[in-house]
């Protein structure tokens, strides 16, 4: 079975290197490839580790009254979500789980009008993301067709830096109940349409993995 999966991964890796993306490190290019093995090794433990808030507990802080600075550096107001779900993701693009990218997109065109997927780059984790604001979002829309709503780079981990978002989402005193920050990159939070934080999803459970299509769909 180990010979098996290490001849697959070689095949991969080398079906990569010869694929190369012009937009794409080789690196990057490695990782969109194994992108698929990469989460059947991690799903089941995943599945585990997903937060949910069944007593629906609201904080002392709106969600809607959060502000923060789009990709383009311009002030971006969260109140225009009032009335849909929303899934939020700090990203990276030289991460294992940077192949999200693709079914997020894909989640919020299934979605589109009840559901918006908003992106926070972050460098948090292993510098997975070195590149400034405009390459962040030519490389989401040269190789993942991102459409959906990306913000500027900033910290998401606890710390005297933390965006005030990512603030909000982690401490059980403002959202009501969650102090859950990122593991890793692409971790997932869904608010849902009264602007209720209802879930935590680790980087490990794909954008269009059933537990997260329920949630969307409740």
């Known amino acids: 079975m180990i010979i098996k999966i290490a001849i697959a991964v070689g095949v991969l890796v080398t079906a990569a290197l010869l694929m190369k993306k012009k937009d794409m490190t080789y690196r990057q290019s490695i990782l ?3 992108y698929p093995m990469i989460m059947w090794s991690t799903g089941k433990a995943g599945a585990k580790q997903v937060q949910m808030n069944p007593a629906m507990k609201k904080g002392t802080v709106e969600f809607y009254s959060l502000t923060t600075k789009d990709i383009a550096g311009k ?4 109140e225009q979500f009032k009335g ?6 700090n990203t ?3 991460c294992g789980y940077t192949g999200q990218y693709e079914n997020l997109e894909k989640l919020s065109k299934q979605f589109a009008g009840s559901l918006v997927v908003v992106g926070f780059p972050a460098n948090d984790f292993k510098n997975q993301e070195t590149k400034d ?5 030519a490389f989401c829309q040269k190789n993942y067709g991102v459409s959906f709503p990306l913000m500027s780079k900033s910290v998401v981990i606890k710390s005297k830096d933390q965006n005030n978002v990512y603030a909000w989402l982690t401490s059980a005193n403002l959202n009501g109940w969650c102090n859950q920050a990122p593991a890793w990159n692409f971790c997932k939070y869904l608010i849902n349409e ?22 969307v769909k409740k």
């Open 84 to 89: 849909k779900k929303v899934l939020i993701v």
């Open 133 to 137: 604001d405009q390459a962040i979002a």
């Open 194 to 215: 009264e602007g209720v934080l209802t879930h935590y999803f680790p980087m490990s459970v794909d954008p269009l993995d059933q537990v997260i299509i329920d949630a």
């Open 32 to 34: 969109k490839t194994m």
């Open 75 to 78: 002030d971006f107001s969260l």
């Open 92 to 94: 990276a693009s030289d």
